[in-house]
């Protein structure tokens, strides 16, 4: 049998690994902790208070405008999307295909899908011109007559899509965490703690017979995400690939935007984990330099998928012979907003294939960067496909130009204040690395028994 | 009329409610406080029964109050009676129409205005006037909207001017303090009434009889007249006339700077005429302009040549050349004098590196069309020293074309709108300056603002002992006279005009006055009183009914019926109805004899080398007049498309010569007067010569013009173009002066334009790829009815498609005939309550109009020509919006109208973004008007959309319904054209036509199923209601623009 | 809550001698009893005789129904209740219902899920349970532990305890559960 090396370095005992990763969740904070607290807060402020403006003002704040009648709303409201997809991806497909590795960042992982999914949320609602009036999307009986909404709107697919990717993701999240909160109860010196974390905990036991139905429910969720994952951001691309606009109305946009999800949520674990592997050096055991190095290499390899889609779009765009189509993708490349094109191209193109480097593949600086250079890439991605394709389509008699305003900075980096506080928040309360799962693949890898070996390796943790 | 003079006993019982009525109408306790001065402090309650007739007087307008109390309704004083057409009863929520008129200076209009519950809330074009036939300009449009301007004087103002006249502080008056002032001083003697041409018979009259009483004189002058074309006229024939230009029956019309689709003299009037010509056939006529400046007119000629602006008079010298001496043509063919005279004008083409076969081919065209072709010249864009000149020129082409008479009628009905002379005026300056004048009485006239300070007029006040302004606001002349007595709105008072010879129209009130105003008319007749002279009228209302009977009626109809019937008559018609007038109007009178002695003084000395300033007016703007109103400011210009501004237009060549970009701000140096001004790249400009529009500079016309709120570099909207002018012996410098242009170093201004010029410079988009338009030449059109249009591949569904049982509402936009005016985009501002955004917003793409005219440039930069394109909500079968909009807040009729429903939107803008035309509107922020008098403007049938939803054209659905309900109650059905949306209605043109396409006889499904019409970006398979005719161009050179879009 | 019941239970510290201990308890005729575990311990189903989880029904029935409903939910508003010319698309069930698919799905899915796992916490481990009584704190961490209910018919504490001991148990003991 072929030796593999081991998930977990510096031979831990099952008593170590709970110690260790309860450790975070029952001392008290860090100043770095807190100083990163602090900032996420202040970050939050800013957009918390944009958000007031542009409610109580009107969507004028912003840059959007007559024709571009999406803008940074939409734009960071699919780059978090897509940021989302990374956790169930890892903790849903790389279960089903018995990909071990996974348990380490799983959790992190889930978590940050629902924190992602939760900020890309408010998106949508801000962006329409009466927020308040959000609920009128809901299919709900009411008595103004025959008054229901419209199944064939891609926006409303997209409501369904979004609302069922975040209960799922977090039911999926919270019974993962079940039998950890369970540890923690029963670790619990102080009162409040045990019976928080006993109600968190619904008073898990670890019979047996329990865990059978566990796995089990397990297994079904990780089969029904998985499905569910895809059909998100294909849904997400169908606002644009089912509408008629130039460079929106792409049959390669599902398959195109679930490779750019993936491409950036790994980017964005990457970004996080080399944090969480600074902020708690305990981790560096469980989140190892390989488990990076292989989240680099999907980053490449996804990174490729998306050049290669962009290239096809072109390719397209002459084939078709539609002039209106292809004046859209000569536009991008060479018009106005050139930059942006470039921006993406580079940062989702070229700058991953460093990773073909193994030196690169397990720097963590290196990585760091890179996954920084991902995420800012794929944002522009998404503004590069609304601006570009809006600004400039069928008549040039209104054809318009885009230029941000305080608000669109406001609401864009705003929102990573609310994702951080969310995700810091977390790190302090939850069990970072799903307990339960990690202590099966304990002894993977290890040498000394292989019997151990083989029982971890037949068998999913 | 019955409310009025029936029981009036109650009525003055109701009056106290008056105050109630108004309070809940104008919650603003300043109106309030006027308001109550106004009767309480009127000599109506002092003195009952003097021979004004007050108590008639107070009676009625207690009856008016009383309807204003019932259902606020402010209707006005006197008998006035709806339009013919309508049931005349009040009944609230619905609308009455009343027939007036307006004269906008120099443009008069037959208009009907629509009321409701007292308030008028739209202009229609009379259908039945001669003279604009239903047209209406965008500014006609405006002029509602300007009876509500909250800037408005509120009452009469005394001035305490300083010595220098340069500030003044002006305390409020009673109208009866003001009269005893003005009266003491009136009596001194040395009267001057000061105004522009008032084209009212009435009104001059009483001026005249003022006049007699206190020995005044009366200065005409019209700050845009058209002195060159009188002279000109004098000096050929005469007679000094401004003709009224046949359009309709010239088959080749070669314009020399005469924007007559645009600004010059009567605009609407020729467009409608103009497009009477242009029908797609063998007979359509051909307009070629010679001009410096890209003017309306030139966007829409067959042929446009530009030349340097110095070189107009040249140039149409040459065309005579060509057809006299080359040709051999006319009975001057022979003369050598005449010869001689040409002979320096042999290759004017050669000089000014024009295509020598564009002359020869016109000559032979005018030569062929002799007698149905027509020479016009003449606008303030002429370089001064040329305009005489050019007019006998044009004059002797006409003549020797035997025009004259023809497509040049002077004899039947001239124009008469154009009294004003500059010389009166600089007269009268000389007067004042010698203490010749002791009291000055200025008059719809602004000479502070339209003069330059050169021409001294404001120093001569100081010689004067009582200056009296009679304007709507105490605005530039108003605060430096002394006595600020405004006058009513038009809406608000009677009059009358003759806008053409005998056709009199009629101009009623459609509102009470809303502020402490009193009419002009009735100034004149107090002071006239209290200076002892009896006048036979109590009131001007009464006077204006005494003139028609004693003139007028006598005049025309005599003996037919009673004056009362007459009256009523005419009241219901708002214009005179005179037997065989239009037979006589469609007649020509014979030739007049042209002096040739004209022609050989007519020489322009060789202007110095350099670039020319010329000015020119602009299609919104005007003479600035109504600067304050938000319609006429956000109005985009027809051939630049900014809105807000205005600007130095400069070639392209002179651009890139001095550096220049779109927006960067120079420094203009003309006449001695320097002015910074931000820079427009027109293309199709000849390089000689930069434009700079009038209108614009108000410092002191109110709030949206004078201090936009957004960043404008400078007070006011706009700079004061006026100012470059300058008096040369008696000639007013306006066009043509030397000009130093000087680059102010990267200081930029942005220009607010509604369609991004810097497009056309875009090398990568081409309208030839798009086929968005279709146009083609006449002689491919000849050859081919679809000629121009995208031809492709039939288009399928894949789905059974809904039918439309009973009513499918359609239109089409014919393009040969839209000039692109512009003025369907006021009238359906004015229809459906679409507010203007502000300078900024428009800057960030945010403007509201519903329809929009599209401008698309054809061919090199250097001489583009010019497509428009009206684009609205095309109604789509197949609407892409609606499938998007996941809360059903837009959806398909049953008659296939698009509807929006703006209470369920939510704003999500995907239909926009779904658009494929872009036609949608969203409400950015609240543009909601609770100013106290503007909110007034609005247009009940219409809902005021709220922030954050979508807005777009309906196809004016509440007029389909009124009109369909019409139909229920009279029990017939439905009727092609019954229904008229705004825009169609105001269509000088006559371009739009609309109805059922159901109803195969229907006008609009004639035209939907005719080989000319097509349907833009048909390959989106949308299906819209829309559908466009191709545009035809009939140029000079075939091969010019012989040219064959789609085909493939 | 039911009140609780005596039970005798040993305490492992070693994976592969709890499942060993767990064969024999059950080859030693014991019917109720149950092994805790910190962790799903693999083999031990097979080693206690635990059949497969009934939870996958639930999960099917469940997408089936949300299916159904969504099915039915679109076509009726879209096509009886509310018939309106949205963009000119049409109303019949064929024609309209490709552009109901990702609604029918997302339901489908979120219905199978929810209902899985209500399934698994309500019912199959019947949570939540309020302070249930807890036998060793380090059973949720790294220890392990067999019991057998009082119920059992051949229950005796003694008995058991000293089996417990033969098989590995580090220590054994009567407890509440």
């Known amino acids: 049998m072929f030796t593999r090396d081991q998930l977990i370095t510096g031979n831990k005992t099952l008593e170590q690994i709970t110690n260790d990763i309860c450790e975070p969740v029952e001392t008290v904070p860090t100043i770095k902790w807190v100083a990163l607290m602090l900032g996420a807060n202040s970050t939050l402020l800013i957009f918390v208070s944009t958000l007031i403006m542009i409610i109580g003002l009107g969507m004028g704040l912003m840059a959007v405008n007559h024709p571009i009648g999406w803008g940074t709303d939409i734009i960071t409201f699919v780059f978090w999307i897509g940021i989302g997809h990374a956790g169930t991806l890892i903790s849903a497909i790389l279960f089903l295909f018995r990909q071990k590795w996974r348990t380490s960042i799983a959790r992190s992982a889930e978590a940050m899908t629902v924190f992602a999914v939760m900020t890309a949320g408010i998106f949508p609602l801000l962006h329409t011109g009466r927020p308040w009036l959000g609920y009128w999307l809901l299919p709900y009986p009411n008595q103004r007559g025959p008054l229901w909404i419209n199944f064939r709107s891609p926006l409303l697919w997209d409501v369904f899509a979004v609302s069922t990717y975040m209960t799922v993701s977090v039911v999926f999240w919270y019974v993962g965490m079940v039998p950890d909160f369970a540890t923690l109860r029963d670790r619990a010196k102080n009162k409040i703690r045990k019976i928080a974390y006993g109600a968190l905990s619904l008073g898990w036991r670890g019979t047996a017979r329990n865990w059978s139905h566990y796995e089990m429910t397990y297994l079904l969720l990780a089969g029904l995400s998985t499905p569910l994952v895809l059909s998100v951001h294909t849904i997400v691309s169908f606002d644009f690939a089912v509408s008629q606009l130039p460079g929106w109305h792409t049959t390669i946009f599902p398959p195109y935007f679930v490779a750019g999800a993936i491409f950036s949520g790994f980017g964005m674990v990457v970004t996080l984990m080399t944090l969480v592997r600074i902020g708690f050096p305990k981790f560096k055991d469980y989140v190892t330099i390989n488990h990076m190095e292989v989240m680099n290499k999907i980053i490449m390899t996804t990174g490729l998928m998306v050049g290669y889609a962009y290239a096809t779009e072109f390719f397209i765009a002459w084939y078709s012979g539609n002039p209106f189509e292809s004046f859209v993708f000569i536009n991008r490349a060479f018009g106005p907003y050139a930059w942006s094109y470039w921006i993406m191209v580079t940062c989702n193109v070229f700058i991953p294939q460093l990773f073909w480097w193994k030196s690169i593949r397990r720097s963590i600086p290196a990585m760091f960067v890179i996954s920084i250079c991902v995420n800012i890439g794929m944002w522009f991605e998404r503004f590069v496909i609304v601006v570009t394709s809006l600004h400039r389509d069928f008549l040039p008699a209104n054809w318009g130009d885009f230029i941000f305003t305080w608000a669109d900075f406001g609401v864009l980096f705003g929102s990573f204040g609310f994702f951080l506080t969310l995700f810091l928040l977390y790190l302090r309360l939850a069990p970072a690395i799903s307990i339960a799962e990690l202590k099966p693949v304990l002894n993977v890898g290890r040498d000394n028994n292989g019997h151990d070996a083989s029982s971890g390796g037949t068998h999913h943790g | 009329m019955s409310e009025i003079t029936e029981n009036n006993q109650t009525q003055q019982n109701k009056s106290e409610k008056l105050w109630v009525g108004l309070e809940h109408y104008y919650d603003d306790p300043k109106f309030l406080e006027m308001a109550q001065k106004e009767f309480l402090s009127s000599p109506l309650s002092s003195e009952p029964d003097s021979e004004f007739g007050r108590r008639e007087f107070l009676k009625l307008m207690g009856a008016s109050i009383a309807l204003a109390s019932t259902s606020c309704i402010r209707r006005p004083a006197n008998k006035i009676v709806p339009y013919v057409k309508r049931p005349d009863e009040v009944v609230p929520g619905v609308a009455n129409y009343y027939a007036t008129s307006w004269l906008d200076n120099g443009q008069g209009f037959g208009m009907v205005i629509k009321t409701r519950e007292g308030r008028p809330i739209k202009a229609e074009g009379l259908l039945e006037h001669p003279v604009n036939r239903g047209g209406l300009s965008a500014r006609a449009q405006a002029h509602v909207l300007s009876v509500y301007d909250p800037d408005r004087a509120r009452g009469p103002k005394k001035n305490i001017v300083n010595e220098k006249r340069t500030n003044s502080d002006s305390v409020e008056v009673t109208w ?518 009038v209108g614009y500079g108000r410092r002191f016309a109110g709030k949206i013009a004078s201090e936009s709120g957004e960043e404008v570099s400078n007070r006011s909207i706009g700079q004061n173009a006026f100012l470059f002018a300058k008096l040369e012996n008696d000639q007013w410098i306006r066009s043509g002066m030397t000009v130093k242009v000087t680059v102010i170093e990267d200081k930029f201004h942005p220009l607010a334009c509604t369609q991004g010029h810097h497009m056309l410079r875009d090398k990568k988009f081409e309208v030839k790829d798009r086929n968005i338009i279709a146009h083609t030449s006449l002689t491919e059109f000849l050859k081919n009815k679809k000629a121009g249009i995208h031809q492709h591949g039939e288009l399928k569904s894949i789905w059974p498609e809904h039918k439309y049982t009973g009513h499918k509402w359609a239109m089409v936009i014919d393009s040969n005939s839209c000039t692109g005016c512009s003025a369907c985009v006021v009238a359906c501002q004015s229809e459906n309550n679409i507010p203007a955004v502000g300078k900024r917003y428009v800057l960030e793409g945010r403007e509201m109009h519903w329809i929009r005219i599209d401008r698309y440039y054809r061919g090199d930069p250097e001489a583009p020509e010019t497509l428009y394109q009206p684009m609205l909500c095309q109604h789509c079968d197949n609407a892409p919006c609606e499938t998007v909009c996941p809360v059903v807040a837009t959806s398909h009729s049953s008659e296939g109208l698009n509807e929006m429903i703006y209470n369920r939107c939510v704003g999500t803008r995907y239909c926009s973004n779904n658009c494929p035309y872009k036609v949608r509107r969203f409400n950015w922020f609240n543009y909601l008007d609770h100013n106290d008098t503007l909110k007034l403007a609005y247009n009940p049938e219409v809902t005021v959309r709220s922030r954050g939803v979508m807005e777009k054209c309906t196809f004016c659905v509440q007029r389909i319904k009124e009109a369909k309900q019409t139909a229920q109650d009279k029990k017939v059905p439905l009727a092609d054209g019954d229904i008229r949306t705004a825009c169609q209605q105001s269509c000088p043109a006559d371009a739009i036509s609309f109805g059922d396409n159901n109803d195969k006889g229907s006008q609009v499904s004639q035209l939907f199923n005719s080989d000319r019409a097509s349907v833009v970006l048909e390959e989106l398979y949308a299906k819209p209601a829309i559908k466009y005719l191709t545009k035809i161009k009939n140029p000079l050179m075939a091969q010019v623009s012989s040219h064959q879009e789609g085909g493939h | 809550m039911a009140k609780n019941k005596k039970v005798t239970v040993g305490i492992w510290e070693d994976e592969h001698k709890l499942i060993e201990a767990a064969r024999k308890t059950r080859e030693a005729g014991f019917k109720i009893f149950d092994a805790i575990t910190p962790y799903p311990v693999h083999g031990i189903e097979e080693a206690m005789g635990i059949k497969r989880s009934w939870i996958p029904y639930i999960c099917f029935s469940f997408g089936i129904l949300g299916c159904t409903f969504a099915v039915w939910l679109t076509n009726y508003v879209a096509e009886t209740e509310w018939p309106i010319n949205i963009g000119g698309k049409p109303l019949t069930l064929w024609a309209a219902s490709p552009g109901f698919m990702p609604i029918i799905f997302e339901v489908s899915v979120l219905f199978a899920a929810l209902s899985s796992v209500a399934a698994l916490l309500f019912v199959a481990c019947d949570l939540p349970k309020i302070n249930p009584p807890i036998i060793d704190p380090a059973l949720t961490s790294h220890k392990f532990a067999i019991f057998v209910d009082e119920a059992d018919a051949s229950y005796n504490t003694a008995k058991i305890q000293q089996q417990f001991k033969e098989w590995g148990a580090k220590e054994t003991r009567e407890t509440e559960f």
Request: aromatic share 10%; net charge neutral; hydrophobic share 40%.
């Open chain 2, 176 to 693: 009866e303090a003001a009269d005893k002032e003005v009266i003491e001083q009136l009596k001194k003697g040395k009267v001057r009434i000061l105004s522009g041409t008032l084209a009212s018979p009435s009104t001059e009259s009483l001026i005249s009889e003022f006049s007699r009483a206190f020995g005044a004189k009366h200065i005409v002058w019209d700050n845009l007249g058209a002195d060159d074309v009188k002279e000109g006229q004098a000096l050929c024939y005469g007679q000094e006339a401004v003709p009224r230009y046949r359009f309709d029956k010239a088959k080749t019309v070669v314009s020399f700077g005469a924007d007559f689709l645009g600004t010059y003299l009567s605009p609407v009037e020729f467009t409608k005429l103009f497009a009477k010509s242009r029908h797609a056939g063998p007979l359509m006529s051909q307009l070629v302009v010679f001009e410096s400046l890209y003017s309306l007119t030139g966007a829409n000629a067959d042929t446009r040549v530009s030349v340097a602006s110095d070189q107009l008079f040249a140039s149409l010298m040459g065309l005579i050349h060509e057809i006299v001496v080359v040709n051999k043509k006319s009975s001057y063919a022979g003369n050598a004098e005449v010869q001689k005279w040409l002979e320096p004008y042999a290759n004017v083409a050669v000089n000014n590196g024009v295509s020598s076969e564009i002359f020869s081919q016109l000559a032979q065209e005018l030569w062929k069309n002799r007698g149905e072709s027509l020479i016009i010249s003449g606008g303030l864009n002429i370089p001064t020293k040329q305009a005489v000149p050019l007019q006998i020129a044009t004059n002797f082409l006409n003549s020797l074309l035997d025009n004259d008479g023809k497509t040049i009628d002077v004899n039947i009905s001239p124009n008469k709108t154009y009294k004003g002379s500059f010389k009166a005026l600089a007269l009268l300056i000389d007067e004042m300056k010698n203490g010749q004048v002791s009291t000055l009485i200025i008059h719809r006239s602004n000479p502070i603002y339209s003069l330059p300070v050169s021409s001294g007029f404001q120093e001569a006040l100081n010689k004067v002992g009582l200056v009296i302004y009679t304007g709507d606001r105490n605005d530039e002349t108003g605060r430096i006279s002394n006595m600020f007595l405004p006058d009513h709105h038009s809406l608000e008072n009677w009059g009358d005009g003759e806008f053409q010879k005998q056709v009199y129209s009629i101009q009623q009130p459609t509102i009470r006055p809303m502020f402490n105003t009193r009419a002009f008319q009735d100034s004149l007749l107090t002071w006239m009183s209290l200076g002892g002279s009896k006048s036979a009228a109590k009131d001007w209302h009464d006077y204006l009914v005494n003139y028609w009977k004693s003139n007028i009626y006598g005049q025309w109809t005599k003996g037919a019926k009673s004056f009362e019937e007459f009256w009523v008559d005419v009241l219901q018609r708002g214009v005179m109805d005179v037997s065989n007038l239009s037979a006589k109007r469609s007649a020509t009178s014979g030739a007049r004899p042209f002096s040739l002695g004209a022609l050989k003084n007519s020489k322009v000395e060789a202007a110095p080398p350099g670039t020319k300033l010329l000015m020119y007016s602009k299609v919104g703007m005007g003479d600035g007049s109504m600067a304050n109103i938000s319609w006429i400011q956000e109005f985009p210009d027809p051939v630049t498309k900014i809105t807000w501004d205005n600007y130095l237009t400069v070639s392209e060549e002179f651009a890139s010569k001095n550096g220049l970009k779109e927006g960067s701000l120079v420094e203009v140096t003309a006449n001695e007067y320097v002015e910074a001004l931000p820079v427009h790249i027109q293309p199709g400009q000849h390089s000689n010569a930069v434009g700079v529009a």
